[in-house]
């Protein structure tokens, strides 16, 4: 199964994009789309679709993963999160692919086993679990990382307990 993990955002939008296969994770890409503070918001949504579109297509993923928002006290962060948000469910379901949403406190007890760990942690728990040399940077880039790990999870647990 090929999993894209999205850490939404519009001026920086974290994708990984991994496979998961036999207990087994493989790492296909990851890295950051972003978009400049002194471009039109409307190209900015524009070119984060376009950009996940084109690495929808380059990878075919089975699965998109998306983390929630965590509301945060600043209402225009929200909001701006909200829009490339709304622009990564879009690209996806505009392609035919299955969306999963996730909260932070989902995705941190998938990966590290504790639903309040730190940023640290879950960036720790990714480099070992996915092999790498390095915690990937930016944080959003390891976050979208952590949210594919907490899909490919997920799909275990569903299809033992259905069978599959």
């Known amino acids: 199964m090929i999993i894209m993990g999205i ?25 950051a789309i972003t978009t400049s503070a002194d471009t039109a918001l409307c190209q900015r949504l524009l070119s984060l679709n376009t950009q996940l579109e084109l690495l929808m297509e380059k990878y075919k993923p089975d699965a998109v993963s998306v983390e929630e928002i965590f509301f945060n006290k600043n209402t225009k962060t929200a909001l701006n999160v909200g829009h490339g948000r709304g622009v990564a469910l879009l690209s ?27 940023k640290s942690q879950v960036q720790q728990m990714v480099k070992l679990i996915l092999n790498l040399d390095e915690i990937p940077k930016p944080d959003d880039v390891a976050d979208a990382l952590a949210v594919a790990i907490c899909h490919a999870h997920s799909s275990k647990v569903y299809s033992i307990r259905n069978n599959i």
């Open 7 to 31: 850490d939404p955002g519009f001026a920086i939008t974290g994708y990984g994009i991994i496979k998961y296969s036999g207990n087994k994770f493989s790492v296909l890409d990851y890295g």
């Open 92 to 118: 996806a379901a505009r392609r035919g692919i299955e969306i999963f949403e996730y909260t932070p406190l989902q995705v941190k007890q998938s990966v590290v086993g504790y639903g309040r760990a730190v």
